[in-house]
């Protein structure tokens, strides 16, 4: 019989902790923090004013845009146009040029958000031509099949460019042979692609 009570008195104590054990379980607090996050902007743009050398007689060049220099005439003229709203495409515009016509332009592209970038692509059009490094293109401004302009595109790819800071660029056009004649309102694009300034730059021949 006395056996007996010294069996029962474990059980007892092991239930009663398993009911105890369930109970604290239960328990719980909530706790809620308050607090905004913020993420920053990335954001590039065109700025005025956008600069040309033909401001009176026209500029010449031979191909592969050398040997410039300046005409007692004036014929061709150039025009340029930031692109409303966004201000992120730059619109070059020739009138009446001719083969061997030369201009050169330049201007800045400011970093209006938060986040420091750099260039990573240049994306001329008509074609959707991209360039990711410094070097000549060819364009097709007339749509005959045949390139009217060679372009040559600056080093800036690639150089961090920070909040509120500006970037100079400039780029030479050259006309081709291909130009017909008494071309009026001809035109190309550029625009300029920005990448955060800690992701990877693509480097010439995809090094």
């Known amino acids: 019989m006395q056996n007996k009570k010294i069996l029962t008195l474990p059980a007892l104590v092991i239930i009663s902790l398993l ?8 328990w719980e607090k909530i706790v809620t923090i308050n607090g905004v996050v913020q993420t920053g902007t990335l954001c590039a743009k065109f700025v005025p004013p956008v600069l040309q050398l033909d401001q009176g007689n026209d500029w010449t060049c031979d191909e592969g845009i050398v040997n410039v220099h300046q005409l007692t005439k004036n014929v061709g ?6 692109v409303p709203p966004d201000n992120v495409v730059l619109e070059i515009r020739l009138d009446n040029v001719y083969p061997s016509y030369y201009n050169s332009f330049d201007f800045n592209v400011k970093n209006c958000g938060t986040i420091p970038w750099r260039i990573q692509e240049v994306i001329f059009n008509p074609g ?5 490094h410094q070097g000549y293109l060819r364009l097709d401004l007339t749509g005959d099949g045949k390139d009217d302009v060679e372009i040559y595109w600056g080093n800036s790819f690639g150089v961090q460019n920070d909040p509120g800071d500006k970037v100079d660029i400039s780029f030479e056009i050259h006309v081709l042979e291909n130009m017909p004649q008494d071309q009026h309102d001809l035109s190309f694009t550029v625009q300029i692609v920005v990448w955060n300034w800690n992701e990877t730059i693509a480097q010439p021949n995809g090094d």
């Open 77 to 82: 003229s150039s025009s340029t146009r930031i």
């Open 128 to 132: 959707n031509i991209v360039l990711t």
């Open 19 to 26: 009911v105890s054990g369930v109970g604290f379980s239960h």
